[in-house]
């Protein structure tokens, strides 16, 4: 990179390298943006780093302190995201579908997909009549009070979700290990509109909670690749202390940012435990 974007970049204090936030935060984009642009070559780290000019330890702190994911870890979630795509808009097989995303065993793939995401590559390319039927289900849905426990041991956590634009239909919200929405959520639950929310028994811990949104006829394509729905995360970490209930978070629904993590968890697989724990009376904690 010129000399002096690097120059606007860095000042030295007593020695010590300070970096201007705002131009820190242009840089994240701009790289968010070339991995999206160029997921499909080899991007190791080295190759990232270099495109805005930081060493690979600095460029990983910074990725990190915005992102609260390692910049690798970041690109195999936009592959994965991409895998999601071509199982449902392509012809081709799991196997080249792996192979398209820079994934040489399928073995690692498969697994990788099924933690990720939920279920198998085969699964998920075979739900989108489901995911139909799971919204229906919820929009005929009276009462969506679920199992309670009876002596919670641990926490509760409340809040209030809102949004910046009118939104009518179910709202999917999850406390995550990670500040992206992938695998089931320790703690998850769905509401049939704008307002308060719970998580009873939540054991303490440290969680990032994160949402997004289904509106009511929304097809399975739009359901099952999620790209374009309101969605919120908290920035912070959400700690819960044992005794004692943590503060009530309140989020607001916006647009989907720049960056903003890529939603991996397949949202009919929680819309259907969701059910399964309203209809039946089950106590899952998902």
Not at 78 to 89: P, T
Not at 133 to 151: A, I, V
Not at 239 to 265: C, E, K, M, Q, R
């Amino acid at each position: 990179m010129e000399e002096p974007r690097r120059q606007n970049r860095l000042a030295l204090d007593h020695g010590r390298t300070v970096y201007n936030v705002t131009t820190t935060t242009t840089e994240i984009d701009e790289i968010i943006a070339y991995i999206h642009q160029h997921i499909y070559d080899p991007l190791p780290l080295a190759r990232l780093a270099s495109h805005v000019s930081y060493s690979p330890y600095h460029f990983t702190r910074l990725f990190k302190e915005r992102m609260g994911i390692s910049p690798m870890y970041y690109v195999s979630s936009i592959r994965l995201q991409k895998a999601k795509d071509l199982l449902l808009q392509t012809n081709l097989s799991v196997r080249d579908i792996s192979l398209e995303i820079g994934q040489q065993s399928l073995g690692t793939f498969t697994t990788r997909f099924t933690e990720r995401v939920g279920m198998t590559p085969a699964q998920f390319r075979n739900t989108a009549h489901d995911a139909s039927k799971h919204l229906q289900s919820l929009e005929q849905l009276r009462d969506w009070h679920t199992p309670y426990f009876c002596n919670p041991r641990h926490p509760t956590l409340r809040g209030t979700i809102s949004s910046e634009h009118p939104f009518s239909g179910v709202v999917l919200i999850g406390l995550f290990p990670k500040p992206i929405p992938e695998g089931f959520p320790l703690h998850g639950t769905l509401i049939g509109s704008l307002g308060e929310f719970e998580f009873p028994n939540v054991e303490p811990g440290i969680y990032y909670l994160l949402a997004t949104t289904i509106s009511w006829g929304t097809g399975a394509i739009d359901m099952l690749l999620p790209q374009s729905t309101l969605r919120t995360r908290s920035r912070e970490a959400v700690v819960v202390s044992p005794g004692t209930d943590p503060a009530p978070l309140n989020v607001t629904l916006h647009p989907p940012a720049l960056d903003d993590p890529p939603i991996l968890i397949s949202l009919p697989v929680l819309m259907n435990h969701f059910l399964a724990r309203v209809q039946n009376r089950e106590e899952y904690r998902v």
